[in-house]
């Protein structure tokens, strides 16, 4: 399933800025979860990409290369419950989430062929697949990826504590 999941019914919001940006001052993070997934499983990336943390946006271009609006849906999504702690939530989703994956263009497959959906019904359910995690930024809310920071943090760490190969010698 993806790992950027997402949720349902149009909350009320700002609606597409030119450009696509949103402003998400003055929504909380089950109505930034709710409307980000929306537009992920509307095939509408770009406008997902607006409820995310800014600094994260350039995960949403490389986890989505290639897919296009055949690529996902959802059924009956809505929101499930909402866990806040301090400037981070937990948004818990219900409903049907759909993903065929990338379909090259021209192909003559059928977009649902292979499709492979999960459902959620529970309020707060276990399911990673239904959780989409909220943080706050300068006073706003968006969805964000903390183990992107983490593995991003980690790989930054190591790379400055390991020395520089060395470089090959010209033979002249």
């Given at each position: 399933?993806?790992?950027?999941?997402?949720?349902?019914?149009?909350?009320?919001?700002?609606?597409?800025?030119?450009?696509?940006?949103?402003?998400?001052?003055?929504?909380?993070?089950?109505?930034?979860?709710?409307?980000?997934?929306?537009?992920?499983?509307s095939?509408?990336?770009?406008?997902?990409?607006?409820?995310?943390?800014?600094?994260?946006?350039?995960?949403?271009?490389?986890?989505?290369?290639?897919?296009?609006?055949?690529?996902?849906?959802?059924?009956?999504?809505?929101?499930?419950?909402?866990?806040?702690?301090a400037?981070?939530?937990?948004?818990?989703?219900?409903?049907?989430?759909?993903?065929?994956?990338?379909?090259?263009?021209?192909?003559?497959?059928?977009?649902?062929?292979?499709?492979?959906?999960?459902?959620n019904?529970?309020?707060?359910t276990?399911?990673?697949?239904?959780?989409?995690?909220?943080?706050?930024?300068?006073?706003?809310?968006?969805v964000?990826?903390?183990?992107?920071?983490?593995?991003m943090?980690?790989?930054?760490?190591?790379?400055?504590?390991?020395a520089?190969?060395?470089?090959?010698?010209?033979?002249?």
């Open positions: 399933m993806l790992a950027a999941t997402g949720c349902s019914s149009e909350a009320a919001g700002t609606p597409d800025a030119p450009g696509g940006t949103v402003d998400t001052k003055g929504m909380g993070p089950g109505a930034v979860a709710v409307q980000y997934s929306t537009a992920l499983f095939g509408r990336f770009p406008r997902a990409a607006s409820f995310v943390l800014p600094r994260q946006r350039g995960v949403l271009k490389v986890l989505f290369t290639g897919m296009n609006n055949s690529s996902v849906r959802a059924q009956g999504l809505g929101l499930g419950s909402v866990h806040v702690k400037d981070s939530a937990t948004v818990v989703l219900t409903g049907r989430m759909c993903s065929s994956g990338v379909i090259p263009k021209g192909a003559t497959v059928r977009p649902r062929q292979n499709e492979k959906c999960v459902s019904h529970r309020r707060d276990a399911d990673p697949a239904f959780h989409v995690t909220a943080c706050k930024s300068s006073g706003k809310w968006y964000c990826f903390p183990k992107f920071d983490e593995a943090r980690q790989g930054s760490a190591s790379t400055a504590t390991k520089a190969p060395p470089s090959p010698r010209s033979s002249h």
